[in-house]
């Protein structure tokens, strides 16, 4: 008798070998296992996921947006689950995974608490307590939309229910300081380009005021100082990722603003 649950696990990849060395062994308990892989990155990585059962698809990555949705195009089972690679189920966590796919609607999402870790600690503070995340629903009325980075999930038609307490995912995405400093440039760079996309601009204000009441907000309001030193490395980070957001869009605004006066100045010939 088959026991696994209708689930279809949903990643993206392209270079995390040793994190999916860790993950696909865990995702025995789902029917299926559907893997987009960046044919950029490194071969092996999408030879450990067939390895493991996942039905891999190859995709080149233009943003988590479109490449998410191509997957969820991709998946066949009633249920997603949406991972990425640092994540796992925590201990404990399949009898209430079960039950929330026992007593499911036919649109909905189920809402689940997530814990980071960073640098080897998990952050209890600092912006990060009491995160729940949507990563559960139904494949019925399910879709992401098209932003670079933080890309949202829509159910049409459906709702967003509270899971089992014990429903939980853990997340371990900031191993090194050298995984800090590669998501801080790519975050902040996807989210300059998503702020230009949607016609926001940037000036000396932005610059000078959004870094540090980014600080202020996660190591004093949201109480990062009770994280100790890897509190305050986080939030320093958050605000310096704020201020390379807004001096990628002064500098887009600037440039912009600067060809438009060319053009005026020729027209005027």
Same mark, same amino acid.
């Not at 088959?2 to 993950?23: C, K, Q, T």
């Not at 007593?103 to 503070?125: H, P």
């Not at 790519?186 to 000396?204: L, Q, V």
């Given at each position: ?97 079960? #039950? ?71 997340? #371990? ?26 016609? #926001? ?53 600037? #440039? ?14």
């Amino acid at each position: 008798m088959d026991d696994r649950l209708p689930i279809s696990v949903l990643l993206l990849a392209r270079d995390e070998y040793a994190l999916l060395a860790g993950l696909l062994p865990s995702l025995g308990f789902a029917r299926d296992i559907v893997m987009v892989w960046d044919p950029r990155g490194d071969p092996a990585v999408a030879d450990l996921a067939r390895s493991h059962g996942a039905r891999v698809f190859e995709r080149a990555f233009d943003g988590f947006g479109p490449q998410r949705q191509f997957a969820l195009a991709q998946c066949v089972e009633p249920w997603v689950l949406w991972l990425d690679a640092d994540e796992r189920l925590a201990d404990g966590a399949l009898p209430a995974l079960r #039950r929330a796919v026992a007593v499911g609607g036919e649109r909905m999402g189920v809402r689940m608490a997530r814990s980071t870790w960073f640098l080897g600690r998990r952050m209890r503070w600092s912006g990060w307590r009491g995160e729940t995340v949507v990563r559960l629903f139904t494949r019925a009325g399910a879709s992401f939309d098209d932003a670079p980075v933080h890309e949202r999930l829509r159910i049409e038609g459906g709702a967003i229910v509270p899971g089992p307490g014990a429903l939980e995912i853990e997340h #371990r995405s900031y191993r090194t300081w050298e995984d800090c400093v590669h998501k801080l440039v790519a975050y902040a760079a996807a989210g300059a380009e998503k702020a230009w996309r949607d016609g #926001r601009r940037a000036g000396p204000f932005d610059l000078v005021w959004r870094p540090p009441l980014r600080f202020v907000r996660q190591y004093v309001l949201q109480l990062g100082v009770l994280d100790g030193a890897h509190g305050l490395v986080l939030c320093g980070l958050a605000a310096a990722q704020v201020f390379l957001k807004y001096a990628d869009l002064w500098d887009r605004t600037r #440039r912009a603003r600067a060809a438009q006066g060319d053009e005026g100045a020729g027209g005027g010939r």
